[in-house]
């Protein structure tokens, strides 16, 4: 857990360390990292919340004729980025975003997954504690420092160097996670080449978050210093695996997990049981949030170990949802579907509500599905019940646009341009000539 800040302690850091500037970082919509960044002689300016920015220049945010908006640090987000640019140290604090007013702005999504938990405190629940997995591809460089899709690599799953070559690029993405306060439980190379993954401690939904997003800089950052390029894209390589972001998720009430039933056959307890139905129930209504991007459905495709059918087990990895074999305060669920380039805060911000709705409507769950679903023929899924997920981003925003729990959980604002901003992306990708379109008919018709 973070440390807590006064402003005091801010400024007294700030000096020893000889911080000479300081980025108030902020995610727009689509899940990219934005920051302004000031000289620390605005320090008492930021901790006073009067830093204001142009808010019509963010993806997502205000026109322009409402433009102006206030960043407000989080204090317990307070860090030293622990590389130098020549110009002295560097920190950073997260800020939410606030309009001219003083009420929190709708469009922000770190305000939408507030928005979200205080849904869960309504309902007596303290915390809800999120363990993701964010997985990621390393590539070369051309010539001119460009990103290429040559692997770095030939290594697989648990391959050591020489095979895997980010072996040290790896080591070195952990070891700056730990000194910027990461606890970090393991990391490996993935199935496919050039494919890495690192865990990281599970924390409070919102710190989760933030430390998404904190990691991708990292990995970004020490993998140009390797002359690497790191991408969080879903699918980059046609015929591999791509990369996934499984997200571990429990519910507590002060220091007890909501969802162990010592009681239960399963050790699940009925909110739980009733969480995951909810999970199970809005899928395809939150998938275009959890995989946002056109490219993400060419990883939601049988054969390479992405979850595709809407089914839950305690027993095997093929169906969406697993649930651990830990019991206890470990007990929880893990949605696999979700994909890295999904924006954190909205991802689990929706499903969280999804499941919270499972609660309230006390949904009944499914059976387990125990069997390998991949080797099930349609007639089999159908007999089971076992829907799809979508099958390309153009019909996972109908699910969006029908499903009113996942839209209220976006609000009005946040769903209104996110639906437009994807449908005008897969409008582009619909309309565009793609080499493969060439390749199969320039010379046969």
């Not at 205080?118 to 915390?127: K, Q, R």
């Not at 904190?214 to 020490?222: C, G, H, N, P, Y």
């Amino acid at each position: 857990m973070r440390k807590e800040y006064t402003p005091e302690d801010i400024v007294r850091l700030a000096k020893e360390e000889d911080v000479r500037f300081l980025r108030l970082q902020f995610t727009d919509l689509l899940g990219v990292i934005k920051n302004v960044e000031v000289p620390i002689s605005q320090l008492r300016k930021v901790l006073d919340n009067k830093i204001m920015f142009d808010g019509s220049s963010i993806e997502g945010f205000v026109r322009i004729e409402e433009s102006d908006m206030f960043l407000y640090p989080d204090l317990s987000t307070w860090l030293i980025f622990p590389w130098h640019t020549g110009e002295g140290k560097v920190a950073r604090l997260i800020c939410d975003i606030y309009m001219p007013d003083g009420t929190p702005f709708a469009g922000d999504p770190r305000s939408i997954l507030k928005k979200a938990l205080a849904s869960a405190n309504a309902l007596g629940f303290t915390t809800m504690n999120v363990g993701p997995e964010p997985e990621f591809f390393l590539f070369k460089l051309d010539e001119h420092g460009n990103p290429t899709t040559e692997m770095n690599d030939q290594g697989g799953y648990f391959d050591l160097a020489p095979v895997d070559l980010g072996e040290n690029c790896r080591r070195e993405i952990v070891l700056t996670l730990e000194t910027m306060g990461f606890e970090i439980e393991g990391s490996h190379h993935e199935v496919a080449p050039g494919q890495h993954e690192i865990d990281f401690k599970y924390t409070n939904a919102l710190e989760a978050a933030d430390n998404i997003m904190t990691f991708k800089l990292v990995v970004k950052t020490i993998a140009r210093q390797f002359g690497l390029h790191a991408t969080f894209m879903p699918k980059p390589v046609f015929g591999i695996n791509g990369s996934g972001m499984h997200c571990h998720m429990s519910l507590f009430k002060g220091k007890d997990n909501s969802f162990f039933d010592e009681q239960d056959e399963l050790g699940l307890s009925s909110a739980a049981k009733y969480f995951l139905a909810g999970v199970l129930a809005h899928t395809r209504g939150f998938t275009a949030i959890t995989n946002p991007l056109v490219n993400s459905y060419k990883r939601l495709v049988p054969g390479y170990e992405a979850p595709i059918y809407i089914a839950w087990s305690a027993k095997n990895r093929s169906p969406l949802v697993r649930v651990p074999a830990s019991r206890g305060l470990s007990t929880r669920i893990e949605v696999r579907s979700p994909d890295p380039a999904a924006n954190p805060y909205l991802a689990l911000a929706v499903m969280l509500q999804a499941g919270l709705d499972g609660i309230k409507r006390q949904l009944p769950l499914p059976q387990p599905v125990n069997r390998n679903i991949y080797v099930m023929n349609e007639v089999e899924r159908v007999r089971s019940g076992i829907l799809s997920l979508p099958e390309s981003l153009k019909t996972a925003l109908e699910e969006l646009a029908s499903d009113e729990v996942i839209r209220d959980a976006l609000g009005e604002h946040a769903y209104t341009f996110f639906y437009e901003a994807k449908m005008i992306e897969w409008d582009m990708f619909r309309s565009a000539v793609h080499q493969w379109e060439t390749e199969q008919y320039l010379t046969m018709y």
